[in-house]
């Protein structure tokens, strides 16, 4: 087995305290529009949302002080559990599932012929407008589409997948629409991995699984655990997808289908009449943000290994 | 997301919102006493957000009123064609103060996004306002009529309606001749006439609103108006266990166990079940007059648009959609005025035949294929759509809609509704307290 280079850190030091100097005055200047405008867009609206989950709000009138009220109700809100509850189920069920079906891929195709255009095939539901495969799916999987026609072809019971089933067809949905986003940067990631490690592991009588585990994991490990990343913050963020499914125009999705995306849709700007409760939106979302961090935290965590160079 | 939209005007919120209490209750005293009000300036220009796109016909027509109202008075009309989701995008400037002059939706919406919060302008002195040259008011040619749908806690009109909105149960004339003559007047009959025909009923029953529509007419014609509304803002939810509610249920549970629905009511996705209404594969479509519009394509060349009444009931659910004035509108003279100006029957003509919309006024023929629904509004008193339960905040799509459209796909008893819905509604009012 070829050996690996690991990366050491390495700390430049001895350099002139005016270099030093320079290039942190020009690293600030680089960096402060970027950190102005991140901090009037992003940084300050996440604070406000903090103060203002701590109010009722109808967007107008004045706020009411409700203190930790709206967090307490949420908590025993069956309506928000529920949506977080799904919220969860596409961020751990649905990453497992995308990561797994991503890795079969990637081994599968690894070595296959046409691999690019497989690659194209892959990718493509992940750039089709989400209500376009919304229409898709009504077709597909109506009690009388093609899905129950084939299922009753073989002589399976058709379930009523829209009426019984809509929040495990969007789930499917989302797995199908993402898998091949990550196959896409995972192969990336492992096309710069050299033919000669994969040589050299046949040789030693490795098989397609060994070398997966030997090579391909360890030497694409900084690109799975981004990907990990990327997908923890998606997934949490997942709206457009279950709102296309779900709701038309002016109808919010049925609450059974809700992520707390839409939870918080529906209870500012969602629906024929809107709720405008914006100190409850910002409760919800409050307590969403602080999910994304732990679930980030904790992955960079359980995911930490050093660098592998080669 | 909506955490960013709202609250990026944040840090100036405290200002803004203490500035926004004196002078909006300097405005609130000031409102009444206005010299402006009714006496518009010549060369004012106000500005009107609209709930349609540009590309609507409904756009077309108002835009040949704005001309011609121009012409009359050298009053501008600056038109930001906004979309439905107009009330949506006034939220954010009602409270910045920055707000349009005029603006349109349904009633409802309006009451939601500008009553509840006390922003809406009143619009009594428009609805007593002379329509120009026709010698009557605003009321008087037909807003008026539509009083309750379009009044405040007060019983000050916040909306001037121009266009009408009524449902029925939708059927194609060319199918069902006999219909328009005797159309049946009770629960009894109607099931008997569907049974006798072996028809079969369309409905998109992935919208909770719209399976909700026959329940909440069976219930409407039941108790009477207003009645419903009583049982859903119930804070225990017990109220639906009463004994009046009971008969009403018990026939909608038959409706539901008895297949008369058609194939696909509950396992497809909207519009599935009304296109396929409209291509005959199912008789009946329980709908508000945008149904031919929507279904128009589907449907046959010899497709007559007809409408029966729900059976029993004497009054016919209906929304408005028409002007409103924010209470911080910097010209609401001249929009009041213009309002006035498009009651005229020539200007409103254009919404029925161009946009083939019902008018608030009983003397543009509607167009034929919602004569049916017209001849309704014009001859029964009006209830609030949905009897209102959509202004109660999240309470149809969180409560009643998932309870029920497990009640009218026959997976739960009329009694397990009652219990169910009970329980729901008690925590829902509970957490809304």
């Known amino acids: 087995m070829a050996v690996l280079i690991r990366e050491h850190t390495t700390v430049h030091r001895g350099q002139g305290p005016t270099i030093t100097r320079q290039r942190r005055r020009a690293f600030l200047i680089l960096a402060l529009p970027a950190v102005i405008l991140y901090t009037i867009f992003f940084v300050g609206p996440t604070l406000a949302s903090f103060w203002v989950s701590l109010h009722a709000w109808d967007g107008v009138t004045e706020m009411r002080w409700r203190g930790l009220d709206n967090f307490t109700l949420l908590f025993e809100d069956e309506v928000f559990l529920a949506a977080f509850r799904n919220t969860l189920a596409i961020l751990l069920a649905g990453g497992l599932l995308v990561f797994m079906l991503s890795f079969a891929l990637l081994l599968g195709m690894r070595a296959m012929a046409g691999r690019r255009f497989a690659r194209s095939v892959v990718f493509f539901p992940n750039i089709i407008a989400p209500i376009v495969l919304s229409v898709l799916w009504g077709f597909l999987f109506s009690t009388d589409g093609l899905v129950n026609a084939a299922l009753g072809g073989v ?37 710069r991995i050299p033919r000669y490690f994969y040589e050299a592991a046949e040789l030693d009588g490795a098989g397609p699984l060994q070398q997966f585990r030997h090579i391909t994991m360890p030497l694409s490990w900084d690109v799975v655990s981004t990907a990990a990343v990327i997908w923890t913050i998606s997934s949490l ?72 160079q080669f | 997301m909506m955490r960013r939209s ?68 050298a009053i501008q009309v600056k038109v930001e064609w906004q979309g439905r989701k107009v009330l949506q995008k006034l939220t954010p400037a009602l409270r910045s103060g920055d707000v349009p002059d005029l603006v349109d939706q349904d009633g409802n919406s309006v009451r939601g996004a500008m009553v509840a919060n006390g922003q809406h302008h009143d619009l009594s002195a428009v609805m007593s306002a002379q329509v120009p040259g026709e010698g009557k008011t605003v009321a008087e040619v037909g807003p008026g009529r539509y009083r309750d749908l379009i009044t405040d806690s007060a019983g000050k009109p916040f909306l001037v309606p121009y266009e009408a909105l009524g449902y029925g149960i939708f059927y194609n004339g060319a199918k069902h001749p006999e219909l328009a003559a005797a159309s049946p007047a009770t629960w009894d009959d109607f099931i008997a006439m569907l049974d006798g025909r072996k028809a079969k009923v369309a409905l998109d029953g992935d919208i909770g609103s719209y399976a909700a529509l026959w329940t909440v007419h069976a219930l409407g014609a039941e108790l009477g108006a207003g009645k419903v509304r009583e049982l859903a803002a119930d804070k225990t939810g017990g109220a639906w266990s009463g004994p009046q509610v009971r008969p009403a249920l018990e026939r909608i549970e038959k409706l539901a166990k008895g297949g008369y629905f058609a194939p696909g009511s509950f396992g497809s996705k909207f519009p599935a079940m009304q296109e396929k209404w409209a291509a005959g594969q199912a008789d009946f479509l329980l709908m508000g007059s945008w149904a031919p519009s929507e279904t128009q394509k589907s ?43 498009f009651m005229k029957k020539e200007r409103m003509q254009g919404l029925a035949t161009v946009a ?58 009329a009694a397990e509704f009652v219990t169910r819905l009970g329980e729901k509604q008690a925590e829902f009012w509970k957490k809304n307290s």
């Open chain 1, 155 to 191: 002589g399976l019971d058709a379930p009523n997948w829209l009426g019984d089933h809509l929040f495990l067809v969007i789930f499917l949905g989302l797995i199908w629409t993402n898998t091949g986003f990550y196959v896409t940067i995972l192969m990336a990631a492992t096309d």
């Open chain 1, 237 to 308: 963020k997942v709206f457009d997808f279950i709102y296309a499914f779900g709701g038309t125009s002016n109808d919010l999705p049925p609450i059974h289908t809700w992520n707390t995306a839409v939870f918080i849709y529906g209870q500012t700007f969602g629906g024929r009449v809107p709720a405008y409760s914006f100190g409850y939106a910002s409760a919800s979302a409050v307590i969403t943000l602080v999910s994304v961090i732990v679930f980030v935290l904790l992955l960079r965590r359980v995911m930490r290994r050093d660098p592998i």
């Open chain 2, 299 to 341: 449907a046959p060349q010899d497709f007559q648009y007809r409408a029966l009444p729900f059976p029993g009931m004497s009054a016919v659910q209906a929304a408005v959609i028409g002007f409103a004035v924010p209470k911080r509108a910097a010209h609401p003279a001249a929009a009041e005025r213009f309002i006035a100006s």
């Open chain 2, 6 to 73: 709202v609250s990026h005007r944040l840090p100036r919120a405290m200002v803004i919102l203490a500035a926004v209490a004196v002078t909006a209750s300097a405005c609130g005293i000031e409102g009444t006493k206005n010299s402006k009000v009714g006496a518009p300036e010549p060369g004012e220009t106000i500005t009107y957000w609209s709930m349609w796109e540009e590309n609507e016909p409904q756009a077309t027509v108002i835009k040949e009123a704005i001309t011609a109202f121009t012409k009359e008075t």
């Open chain 2, 356 to 413: 083939l919309n019902i008018t608030t006024r009983p003397d543009i023929p509607a167009p034929e294929q919602l004569a049916d629904i017209a001849r309704q509004l014009t001859n029964k008193p009006v209830t609030p759509f949905y009897e209102g339960l959509d202004t109660l905040g999240t309470y149809p799509i969180e409560v009643f809609e998932p309870v029920h459209t497990e009640f009218l796909s026959g997976k739960i008893t």
